[in-house]
């Protein structure tokens, strides 16, 4: 898990709620990403920031919002129009020097669960 | 568009046997392909990647991996099998225009029987 925290380690949303999920890096990397994974579908991207202030939609970005405001922190808000958002939520971090060939390294998850 | 395919959900192998979880990927280019192990409830461990070079990787754990560009695979290998190594494995892919997130298959989930 390295340098990269999540938390909290499990969230509960009531309907109609907004959550945050939080991800610090003390990395010092450039580019951030937020996977969610449910069984048997593996992971797939939600969000993902290259450089502060930017950011880029992923595949499944709809019902969720992120910020990039510091380089070592990426919030998660997972929105009301999120219909179905219980799964495990991963962050990952990498530096990114344009080349293609950073691994990028996980944090421990979280797990998100609705009442 | 990238793609990665594990065309297995669930390996069973007997401890000290060898183990082999597959992988192919598509891929405009030369790719650069990784292997990731996830125990329950935690995040990803980053296990090896080829990037150039020799097509035999060495990673952590006593894991290699092939490449193989002819047949556009990337199997994971392991000479003998623990049962400390159950655990669902993923394969990952990133094009060499770089500058974009990897892209996972779906996960094997790998069970050594004492």
């Known amino acids: 898990d390295g340098g990269i925290t999540q938390s909290p380690k499990y969230l509960f949303r009531k309907e109609g709620q907004n959550v945050t999920l939080s991800c610090e890096q003390n990395l010092n990397h450039d580019a951030m990403y937020w996977y969610r994974q449910d069984p048997g579908q593996g992971l797939r991207l939600i969000y993902y920031?290259?450089?502060?202030?930017?950011?880029q939609k992923g595949d499944i970005a709809e019902g969720y919002s992120v910020s990039r405001e510091k380089k070592e922190s990426f919030p998660l808000t997972v929105t009301s129009a999120q219909k179905n958002p219980t799964a495990f939520y991963l962050c990952a971090s990498s530096d990114e020097g344009g080349r293609g060939r950073e691994t990028q390294y996980f944090g421990p998850g979280t797990r998100l669960l609705v009442l | 568009a990238q793609s990665v395919a594990q065309p297995e959900d669930q390996v069973n192998v007997a401890e000290g046997n060898p183990l082999t979880v597959k992988c192919t990927y598509s891929v405009s280019g030369n790719p650069y392909l990784f292997w990731y192990v996830q125990y329950p409830n935690r995040g990803l461990q980053f296990l090896l990647k080829?990037?150039?070079?020799?097509?035999l990787v060495k990673g952590s754990y006593g894991f290699e991996a092939e490449f193989n560009k002819s047949q556009t695979s990337f199997h994971l290998k392991k000479p003998s099998a623990l049962v400390s190594d159950s655990a669902l494995y993923f394969c990952a892919v990133r094009g060499p225009s770089g500058n974009t997130p990897l892209v996972f298959g779906k996960g094997t989930r790998l069970s050594v029987i004492a």
């Open positions: 920031s290259q450089i502060v202030n930017d950011f």
């Open positions: 080829y990037i150039t070079g020799d097509n």
